[in-house]
């Protein structure tokens, strides 16, 4: 089976709220102090297709779109195991929405030809759009099961339990598809130590605009279908009451007393 | 391009009656189509749902659509989506809204890239822009620690709202409307990923979406027995039980537990949050609570900057003593 899963670099979602910052001149957002990681739900679609690889064999793929990759996160994935990396990186693909990234994506995997199953991150953090997936099966004709939490491979199909907000539903497709993975499938698998060292040695494939004969005025944010018209901060006015107590639990009880005092229970 | 007219608004519905997230639906959408002088229509898929015509028309529909037949009874999201499309193509609205749902997250952004274009998702506000007439979608991003406005000069606008973001529609009996059986043709070969069966995990007592307490924990929690001392309070309390995104990974509690960007919107009046730091994405999940009550043993934890009332201790003291309390504040 070839599997290719598609994942990006973020800023580290999981940095707290309070370094957060955007920077005006740039409409751009980062948290300070923290190095930016691989996209956790992309993480997550890594470690499906390399699931899907211990159980049957596969031939697993990863495809980052973006600028300024720093090899170290990229690399991950190839760390924990995948076999080939390719990084559309280039300026022209910087700044798209889910549409330019989609298509860009979509030329790659038609590049690549041969593929059964195509993974992704149910959103990235960082746009919380939940699209791209959606995008490239729609672009491929292919059918596409979001929310994935558990895969498995049948005779020419595939089980996928989709994550509900009442439990899941199971879902039968025919490959190649495009499923993207939600946490519910379980931890990521740490990199090993030979892992990491072959994923060191390991150089990505690198493609550019025109090796996917795609014009850069489709690409990134010439690209874009979304006009992005503003980026800002909401603002928490923190008035939170400390309530105090000799003990542990006297302020625990004094907590009780207060909800009661200000009728909140 | 922007000759699409009017607002299509896709109505959720279980057991002959709308949803809340339809409500909500219609009231921004009504709130939409009066900005832009234009026609409120909406669209019910299913089976047996004539019913759902009268109550859409009070809620604010000028139109409704309804694809009505035994077919359509299961939700299949092949089929549904190819319907949206032929009924899109046939009635061009400029705007279309969908609840950020299980149905919505699936079937909105495969519709706006099958008209070549992509769907704002998980909106919490929606407006018109006065002088180009274009929808804006405002929409939590970086999980919430940014909000960002977007526009489109393609139609149709697709996008998805947040559930209990929006203000529901106050259904209004008197109103009229018309209800219409478009054209359309199920086509079985479109379904090429089949929803072979639907699993409910089962919770007892109060449904989280809907309760008014709900006692939530954290990574702090440390296990599933905690959360045993967390349901005790939850249950004198009558309320529900939640959670953050750890436990539920780790398996101390139910994957429906989970309160956040990728869990339950909920807007209970109380919610107390026990061993939660307070991320922005589990935020996005129960900022909308009315009382946030936080018990952490880091006082410069984000939880804190939403709390109204906090405790700062390791929760295993202080949770024990807090409910004998309660339960004893009750009694009297
Ligand atoms: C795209 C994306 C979507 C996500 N969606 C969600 C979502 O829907 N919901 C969600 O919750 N998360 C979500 N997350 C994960 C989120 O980023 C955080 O990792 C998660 O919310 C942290 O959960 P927590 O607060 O329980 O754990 P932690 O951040 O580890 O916090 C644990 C807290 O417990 C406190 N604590 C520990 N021991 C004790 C004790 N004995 N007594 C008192 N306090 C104690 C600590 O001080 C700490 O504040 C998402 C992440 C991403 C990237």
């Known amino acids: 089976m070839n599997i290719i899963v598609c994942v990006k670099q973020v800023i580290d979602p999981e940095a707290p709220p309070s370094s957060f910052r955007i920077d005006p001149a740039t409409n751009r957002a980062e948290m300070?102090?923290?190095?930016?990681?691989?996209?956790?739900?992309?993480?997550?679609?890594?470690?499906?297709?390399?699931?899907?690889?211990?159980?049957?064999?596969?031939?697993?793929?990863?495809?980052?779109?973006?600028?300024?990759?720093?090899?170290?996160?990229?690399?991950?994935?190839?760390?924990?195991?995948?076999?080939?990396?390719?990084?559309?990186?280039?300026?022209?693909?910087?700044?798209?929405?889910?549409?330019?990234?989609?298509?860009?994506?979509?030329?790659?995997?038609?590049?690549?030809?041969q593929y059964d199953l195509i993974?992704?991150?149910?959103?990235?953090?960082?746009?919380?759009?939940?699209?791209?997936?959606?995008?490239?099966?729609?672009?491929?004709?292919?059918?596409?099961?979001?929310?994935?939490?558990?895969?498995?491979?049948?005779?020419?199909?595939?089980?996928?339990?989709?994550?509900?907000?009442?439990?899941?539903?199971?879902?039968?497709?025919?490959?190649?598809?495009?499923?993207?993975?939600?946490?519910?499938?379980?931890e990521p698998r740490y990199p090993t130590v030979k892992g990491i060292m072959a994923a060191k040695k390991k150089e990505p494939l690198v493609w550019k605009p025109t090796d996917l004969g795609l014009d850069a005025s489709r690409l990134g944010s010439a690209g874009?279908?979304?006009?992005?018209?503003?980026?800002?901060?909401?603002?928490?006015?923190?008035?939170?009451e400390f309530v105090e107590g000799q003990t542990p639990e006297e302020a625990g009880a004094n907590l009780a007393i207060k909800l009661r005092e200000a009728k909140v229970i | 391009m922007a000759e699409n007219q009017g607002v299509l608004v896709y109505l959720e519905h279980r057991e002959g009656k709308l949803l809340p997230i339809a409500l909500e639906g219609l009231g921004a959408g009504r709130r939409l189509a009066d900005t832009l002088g234009q026609r409120l229509s909406c669209v019910a898929i299913g089976s047996n749902i004539a019913q759902l015509a009268s109550q859409a028309i009070a809620a604010g529909a000028d139109r409704v659509y309804l694809m009505d037949s035994p077919e359509l009874a299961d939700y299949q999201p092949d089929i549904y989506l190819a319907l949206m499309g032929q009924l899109v193509a046939e009635a061009r609205p400029q705007?279309?809204?969908m609840g950020h749902t299980d149905t919505g997250r699936e079937i909105a952004p495969r519709l706006a890239f099958r008209f070549g274009t992509v769907a704002v998702t998980d909106c919490v506000e929606l407006n018109i822009d006065n002088t180009s007439g274009r929808?804006?979608?405002?929409?939590?991003?970086?999980?919430?620690?940014?909000?960002?406005?977007?526009?489109?000069?393609?139609?149709p606008q697709v996008v998805t709202v947040r559930t209990k973001a929006m203000a529901p529609a106050v259904p209004n009996a008197s109103r009229q409307g018309e209800v219409i059986t478009p054209a359309y043709k199920v086509e079985p070969s479109v379904v090429r990923a089949r929803i072979v069966r639907r699993v409910l995990a089962e919770s007892a007592g109060v449904k989280l979406e809907d309760a008014a307490v709900v006692v939530a924990g954290g990574r702090g929690i440390g296990g599933a027995e905690g959360f045993k001392q967390l349901e005790d309070l939850a249950r004198l309390l009558k309320g529900a039980i939640g959670a953050s995104r750890p436990p539920c990974d780790s398996g101390w509690i139910s994957d429906t537990a989970q309160v956040g960007l990728t869990g339950k919107i909920i807007a209970p009046e109380l919610y107390?949050?026990?061993?939660?730091?307070?991320?922005?994405?589990?935020?996005?999940?129960?900022?909308?609570?009315?009382?946030?009550?936080?018990?952490?043993?880091?006082?410069?934890?984000?939880?804190?900057?939403?709390?109204?009332?906090?405790?700062?201790?390791?929760?295993?003291?202080?949770?024990?003593?807090?409910?004998?309390?309660?339960?004893?504040?009750?009694?009297?």
Request: glycine share 10%; proline share 3%.
């Open chain 2, 95 to 97: 705007v279309i809204i």
């Open chain 2, 272 to 332: 107390i949050a026990v061993a939660i730091s307070g991320s922005s994405q589990h935020m996005s999940g129960c900022s909308g609570a009315r009382t946030i009550v936080a018990i952490n043993k880091d006082r410069e934890a984000n939880i804190f900057r939403h709390a109204r009332f906090g405790v700062v201790g390791d929760w295993k003291k202080v949770l024990p003593a807090f409910t004998a309390k309660v339960k004893e504040l009750l009694a009297s």
């Open chain 1, 32 to 113: 300070r102090g923290a190095n930016p990681v691989i996209d956790p739900y992309g993480e997550y679609a890594v470690e499906a297709a390399l699931r899907l690889k211990d159980a049957g064999g596969a031939k697993v793929t990863v495809i980052s779109l973006g600028s300024n990759l720093l090899r170290e996160v990229v690399k991950k994935p190839l760390a924990m195991g995948a076999d080939e990396l390719i990084l559309l990186e280039d300026a022209a693909y910087d700044g798209g929405d889910s549409y330019s990234t989609a298509l860009a994506l979509a030329a790659a995997i038609k590049k690549i030809g």
């Open chain 1, 119 to 186: 993974l992704c991150g149910r959103e990235a953090s960082d746009t919380n759009a939940g699209q791209v997936g959606a995008g490239v099966a729609e672009i491929l004709s292919l059918p596409c099961v979001t929310l994935a939490k558990r895969l498995e491979a049948g005779a020419g199909n595939l089980v996928v339990e989709r994550v509900t907000s009442a439990g899941y539903d199971v879902v039968e497709v025919g490959l190649p598809a495009v499923i993207t993975i939600s946490n519910e499938i379980g």
């Open chain 2, 135 to 155: 929808l804006l979608a405002t929409k939590p991003v970086y999980g919430g620690n940014a909000l960002a406005v977007f526009s489109t000069d393609t139609d």
């Open chain 1, 224 to 240: 874009r279908k979304v006009k992005l018209l503003r980026l800002y901060q909401p603002v928490y006015e923190g008035r939170c």
